[in-house]
């Protein structure tokens, strides 16, 4: 199991096509000049089987939560390998 915190300050490029005036808009947004920022929690799960005496592999899923805007972000499902010392 796991769970955590984490703080997002995104960069985006955006291009839109505007066609009853032919005009192409391109746009660039990030923290500095819009304030873009969010902050969230996420909690996860993972499943390992030893492969080897230091080798786990596994596979790990996590989904996101961004409490500033209360909407979850994203769920991933993610392959894993550990190394145990």
Avoid: C, W
């Avoid at 596979?59 to 145990?84: C, D, N, Q």
């Amino acid at each position: 199991f796991q769970a955590g915190l984490f703080y997002l300050r995104s960069n985006q490029q955006e291009i839109s096509l505007e066609n009853y005036n032919n005009l192409i808009n391109l746009a660039e947004r990030n923290y500095k000049n819009n304030g873009l920022e969010e902050g969230g929690i996420f909690v996860g799960l993972g499943y390992f089987k030893p492969i080897d005496r230091h080798f786990s592999l596994g596979i790990r899923s996590r989904v996101y939560f961004l409490i500033s805007t209360g909407t979850f972000e994203a769920v991933t499902l993610t392959p894993a390998l550990s190394y145990h010392f």
